[in-house]
């Protein structure tokens, strides 16, 4: 598994999330339920993974719809 996208912003993941399903790349969140420990004020920031053989296509789905 590799880093795709680590950001504090759920919508970001959710949609780079939703964007990779529909071409196929799954991908899985890591960090989700961290907002317990740090008291749902969204500091610690949220990662989405990918299988190491899809991020070189999923870089490039998301650079493709201007997510960093």
Do not use: N, W
């Not at 949609?15 to 420990?37: T, W």
């Amino acid at each position: 598994m590799k880093e795709l996208l680590r950001t504090t912003d759920a919508l970001t993941i959710m949609r780079a999330a939703d964007l990779l399903a529909g071409e196929g790349i799954p991908a899985f969140q890591f960090d989700q339920h961290m907002s317990v420990l740090e008291g749902s004020i969204g500091v610690l920031p949220r990662r989405l993974m990918v299988a190491d053989r899809d991020l070189f296509m999923a870089r490039a789905i998301l650079r493709d719809h201007g997510i960093a």
